[in-house]
């Protein structure tokens, strides 16, 4: 069966209307991992993004078809290691799934994900990564990158922006030693409804799946394009897709002739004040980061 | 508190939440179903899952949650979707 059937005849375990962003590929995202994980899924939601959607539940209501729990920012991965293991006594398989954004992974969440990493839970989790704080008004985390306008690192005068690197969690991750571990964008929907496959046949441990999605609202970019955007990132080897299967590294979309960085730069208002400089340290950056990913992959 | 619903688990005991976010739209997605060729990239890449395919193999737009973002016609290789502008009344 191909994907478009796939995706055409599995259920949709998210509530029809969820007041996401007009063309907010993170809903796509999550959409597509709940069709593939299936209704025997319990899944968590910290703040951010996707909690605030509605897909948590308002009231009395519930926003998902599946069990669905609204977390602390910093405890995602410690809640839903218990309810696996109550699971786990109990003798019933369920997938369980954390869909947290970078703020809760990234940055508040981090401890509790690196703990659940080491202790081997076995949990899914997926983190999509918007490279910011987006639901409570664009501010800066860890992951954001070098000289983008946040709110919280504002430019004036065409001066300003965050100063530091992103940080580059996949690759910390990679580096805990998981069953499995991978990138994956919404742009290439087939890659990662096989790594969502993959995931859910790993029985040793946890899994990281991290997703770029560039936020249209956040960062200033039109809807219609909010795909191509995607797309732009792993063309650019700006957000490369790999996986690491038992600290074997491979890449799943091996971009041959990329596309200058620049290209990716200029589509969003958020690097609208970047120099020529800023780009080409960005450009270095990604060149250097590819590399290194490239002779991981050949060990 | 009694719940309504049969469920053991956390989940709401009046249902789903729906957002009625077909309201939103100020522009929506026309398919001409000569130009398609059904490859499927706009059930794909439809953020709200508004495009379904049918028996015979061939792909709709359902409007009731559609909120117009424009994917399916930027993402349509041939440019069969056309966004037409929503009048007020309808």
Redesign the interface.
Known sequence: MN???K??IYE?QI??????C????V??TL?TCMKVLGPDT?FAIPPGCMGGV?VV?????????????FPLLDNVASMLAGIKLHYEHIGRHVNVVAFAGDGASVDAGMQCLSGAAERGDKLIYICYDNEGYMNTGYQRSGSTTKGAWTSTTPVINGKGGKKQNKKDFPMIMAMHDLPYMATMS?AY?PDMVRKLEKAMAVESGLVYLHVYNPCLTGWGC???????ACRLSVETNFAPLYEVENGSFQMSVDVKNPKPVREFIRKFKKFRHLTDEDIDALQELTDRKIDRLRKLCTL | MKFISDYIVPIGPEGLHIVQTGKWRTRKPVMDKEACVRCGMCLMYCPVNSVKKLADGSFEICYDYCKGCGICAHECKKGAIKMVPVKEEE
């Open positions: 994907v478009i059937d995706l055409a949709d509530s029809p209307g969820i007041s996401a007009v063309g907010c590929n809903e796509l959409r319990i509605g539940g308002w009231d009395k209501k519930s926003g998902a078809k599946t069990p669905v729990f919404p929907i039109t809807s219609d394009e909010s795909i191509e």
